[in-house]
Nanobody
């Protein structure tokens, strides 16, 4: 069956870095648009970054532009999110997601979701 499994979350101080990973299985990973979303307590799910099936095109939410970098390895069926210059407002559960509509930030357009990994930015 389809699985997306995130890892790499944790506690980090402001200004620090983390690298999230998402391992995919059960579907043709290289054909799907992949994204990262996040959700903080009491807030709606927010688009963080997306990457086309080839990796050539990337998209970012305004709040993370210049700090986060999304990438993928189709041979390994892996998606990554490198997060630098982390801020307390980046604290959230981070989810990877797979969809067929390239470039979309609408969560309802995504077919598959991981279970999430907690990122906490605090001193």
């Amino acid at each position: 069956q389809v699985q997306l499994v995130e890892s790499g979350g944790g506690l980090v101080q402001p200004g620090g870095s983390l690298r999230l990973s998402c391992a995919a299985s059960g579907f043709i990973f290289s054909s799907w648009y992949m994204s990262w979303f996040r959700q903080a307590p009491g807030k709606e799910r927010e688009f963080v970054a997306g990457i086309s099936w080839s990796g050539r095109n990337t998209y970012y939410g305004e709040s993370v532009k210049g700090r986060f970098t999304i990438s993928r390895d189709n041979a390994k069926k892996m998606e990554y999110l490198q997060m630098n210059s982390l801020k307390p407002e980046d604290t959230a559960v981070y989810y990877c997601a797979a969809g067929l509509a390239t470039g979309t930030s609408d969560p309802s357009k995504y077919h598959y979701w991981g279970q999430g990994t907690q990122v906490t930015v605090s001193s």
